[in-house]
């Protein structure tokens, strides 16, 4: 089955402890992205990658960093949590580039930081 | 940079009566794109627009793209519990980007 995966699903942790939130599809899909959605605020872009190695911020990339190794997986990572990175973070990817393809998302992470 | 203006934000409506939500943009687009996030859910994809002045339908819901591009309306006739959800529109970042940049919704309540 075609999808994107994301784990963990929920995860709460605290201020200044290092995670990785990781990504994966099974679509051999070229870009794949990260949003984070806040209420009030819909979804904003925090970092895309068009292929291996190649990445690129979106709108909000400040707290956020992020790798693309291998083309089905793209972690990302928080070096040094705090709280307004409270969010609901979607990961999402598509064939081509993503202002012109299908975006497929996956699952979700809520990740709350106290 | 691009925005994507979304309205309106919240939308509550007696099953069986009709929704419109409404998506600007401050630039011409090349696209557009429209999803759905079900309660609880992730965006699911809908439809893309392309054409100046293009019409789309599926089923119940009915996309427009304006002809200067620079607007686009989701339309749902007859309203069902089914179609609660938060509609999203989303344009390039900009040309030649390979951003995405989302409104920040419509959320549609439906009454039955």
């Known amino acids: 089955e075609a999808q994107v995966t994301q784990n963990p699903r929920y995860l709460i942790t605290v201020t200044g402890k290092k995670l990785t939130v990781t990504c994966s599809q099974n679509m051999n899909h070229e870009y794949m992205s990260w949003y984070r959605q806040d209420p009030g605020l819909g979804l904003r872009q925090i970092y895309y990658?068009?292929?291996?190695?190649?990445?690129d911020k979106g709108d909000v990339p400040e707290g956020y960093k992020v790798s693309r190794k291998e083309k089905r997986n793209f972690p990302l990572i928080l070096e040094s949590p705090s709280p307004n990175q409270t969010s609901l973070y979607f990961c999402a990817s598509s064939a081509s580039g993503g202002a012109v393809d299908t975006q497929y998302f996956g699952p979700g992470t809520r990740l709350t930081v106290l | 940079g691009q925005q994507v203006m979304q309205i309106p934000q919240y939308q509550h409506v007696q099953e069986g009566e009709d929704f419109t939500t409404y998506c600007n943009s401050s630039t011409t687009l090349s696209n557009i794109q429209w999803y759905k996030q079900r309660p609880g859910g992730h965006p699911v994809f809908l439809i893309q627009l392309v054409k100046s002045g293009e019409v789309k339908k599926q089923k119940r819901l009915t996309f427009q793209f304006g002809e200067a591009k620079k607007n686009s309306s989701l339309h749902i006739t007859a309203t069902q519990t089914t179609d609660v959800g938060t509609y999203f529109c989303?344009?390039?970042?900009?040309?030649?980007?390979?951003?995405?940049?989302f409104g920040k919704g419509t959320k549609l309540s439906v009454i039955p």
């Open positions: 989303a344009g390039p970042g900009g040309a030649g980007s390979y951003q995405l940049t």
């Open positions: 990658s068009m292929n291996v190695e190649v990445t």
